[in-house]
């Protein structure tokens, strides 16, 4: 059955790697449930995590989840030790703190950009989660942990992107980083849709001149341009036969 259980989050992995470019290490946010059914089926997590999701990981946490289990009193002060020990995320509740629930569906938004695994064994926070389309969830099932398997939202999601009805998150933000380093932003595109205006220019002087009557002179012969003269020289006989002076002629 492990080894079931490792081909199955293999594949899941990777569906979530092609299609929502999840990247490690794996960010995953825990709230206090999942760390007191750890505690009570003592599974290491900083352990055994890594080993599952075969990749390097970061826990995370938020203010909310902490201050949950502060109020909840002893009882989840094994839970709370746990969770204390994980990286603390910035939440936008830090002067009023609201339920894990709603504090960790807040972290994910609409489109979970940050790419975060969430693990809870908060039945009104899975529901959740199964919302939002590109979001892992990690739960504890007879004493190991599981990832389940991608929610429908996802699968649609999936489905609408490869037939070019949407365009995925991943796809986005490489558009928006491509942007960035090129230095275009959108007013540049406005401004590059704009035509652009000539401005008037004086008419050219040449075209000003009024044309001569006539037609056109002909040109005039240089005196370097004139032929020279070829001089023949004829030789001329004697009655003797002898040849005498030649005589000049022109031609």
Do not use: W
Not at 102 to 107: G, Q, R, Y
């Amino acid at each position: 059955m492990g080894l079931k259980r490792q081909k199955q989050a293999k594949k899941t992995i990777s569906f979530y790697k092609y299609n929502f470019s999840f990247r490690e290490p794996f960010q995953i946010l825990f709230d206090g449930t999942f760390c007191q059914a750890a505690l009570k089926n003592k599974i290491q997590i900083k352990e055994q995590m890594p080993k599952y999701l075969m990749g390097e990981v970061q826990l995370c946490t938020t203010n909310c989840a902490l201050k949950e289990l502060e109020t909840l009193g002893k009882e989840l002060y094994g839970a709370k030790i746990i969770l204390q020990r994980f990286q603390v995320r910035r939440c936008p509740h830090f002067k009023d703190p609201v339920p894990a629930s709603e504090c960790l569906l807040s972290m994910l938004g609409e489109t979970n950009p940050h790419h975060y695994f969430v693990a809870t064994q908060d039945h009104t926070l899975t529901a959740g989660l199964k919302k939002i389309p590109g979001v892992p969830l990690l739960y504890i099932i007879l004493n190991t942990m599981v990832l389940d398997k991608p929610c429908q939202t996802s699968l649609d999601h999936v489905k609408a992107v490869q037939l070019g009805e949407l365009v995925s998150p991943a796809q986005q933000q490489s558009i928006c980083s491509l942007k960035e380093e090129q230095g275009i932003s959108q007013k540049d595109g406005e401004r590059q849709g704009r035509k652009r205006k000539r401005k008037r220019s004086n008419p050219n002087p040449l075209s000003c001149l009024k044309k001569r009557k006539g037609g056109p002179t002909p040109p005039k012969k240089t005196e370097q341009g004139e032929k020279r003269k070829r001089i023949r020289r004829k030789k001329r006989r004697t009655e003797g036969g002898d040849m005498s002076a030649p005589a000049v002629t022109n031609t």
